[in-house]
């Protein structure tokens, strides 16, 4: 038996400017033109889309094929016309994606002094388990404290973090607050990279900060899926950390002023040219 983690690095590095992935560009588009919509998509009119991209139309129907075996989508035809469809479970993804970018926002000021601890033991044959249970705890916000102990910053629902895993029995989940001679900033900085993470919201602001951003685009609906990607990988890499005890001149804070404004500034014309592209049909 052995302590989840000592054998593998305390956290997964993240690059400071990923390359969205063509599934991340999808579930912005889905997420901006089929939520909640009652609406099915032809694939043909999303390949169309992502053609300005300078995605591959193999490229969009091996995403969209992996996406219904994942149970994102489901797909069915209408005479020669094939349509993707959210299913319920897409439609739970694709909105909790829409509460982080509007509603939770990018700087935490309301912290209430509480942690999320999550503590884990596992064996060495279950190392791949031990790897997707790091992996969601680093997507739920979590940082590693110590070898298999994790924590996050306020009161966290974890119950879905463990969903398919098995691994209740091997987990101790509690909330608590930091007493000296322990102090709430040196939990931060030991759990959390914050240089690496200001570093990714300072290569948004190198991409969209700037006088016209993208000018070799080929239109605002490239422009909007950009951003809207590339935010949402931001803010669901975000721990979330106390405000109090970030610099100052934390960058997500400008980084979110100029997301909002990108935001509106694209939304009627990227609409405009969807418009003029999408087949859409109501099943």
């Keep these: 038996m052995t302590v989840g983690g000592e054998d593998e690095p305390a956290a997964p590095a993240v690059p400071a ?4 992935r063509p599934q991340s560009l999808v579930f912005s588009f889905l997420g901006i033109y089929a939520l ?10 999303i390949i169309e889309v992502f053609a300005r991209l300078g995605v591959s139309e193999e490229a969009v129907r091996s995403t969209l094929a992996r996406m219904v075996k994942r149970n994102l989508v489901t797909r069915y035809r209408v005479g020669r016309r094939a349509y993707i469809e959210l299913t319920p479970y897409a439609v739970a993804v694709l909105r909790d994606g829409r509460r982080r970018i509007w509603e939770t926002g990018a700087v935490n000021r309301d912290w209430d002094g509480t942690w999320t601890v999550v503590g884990f033991s596992l064996p060495d044959s279950r190392r791949s388990t031990r790897h997707d249970l790091r992996s969601r705890l680093v997507w739920a916000g979590f940082g590693p404290l110590q070898s298999g102990l994790w924590i996050a910053p306020g009161t966290k629902e974890v119950t879905g973090v463990f969903d398919a895993l098995d ?3 091997h987990v101790t989940v509690l909330t608590a607050r930091a007493f000296r001679p322990t102090e709430a900033a040196d939990l931060v900085a ?3 990279d914050i240089e690496q993470i200001a570093r990714r919201y300072r290569a948004f602001l190198a991409r969209w900060d700037v006088t016209r951003p993208l000018p070799d685009a080929p239109d605002d609906l490239v422009r909007q899926l950009l951003l809207h990607t590339d935010w949402l990988q931001l803010v669901r890499q975000d721990p979330h950390l106390p405000a109090e005890h970030l610099p100052a001149d934390w960058p997500a804070i400008r980084a979110e002023q100029i997301f909002r404004a990108r935001a509106e500034e694209y939304e009627r014309p990227a609409l405009k040219v969807a418009a003029g592209l999408l087949d859409g049909l109501t099943p």
């Design 17 to 20: 400017a990923p390359s969205p």
């Design 36 to 45: 909640d919509r009652g609406t099915a998509i032809s694939s043909g009119s």
């Design 167 to 169: 691994v209740d029995d």
């Design 190 to 192: 030991k759990a959390f």
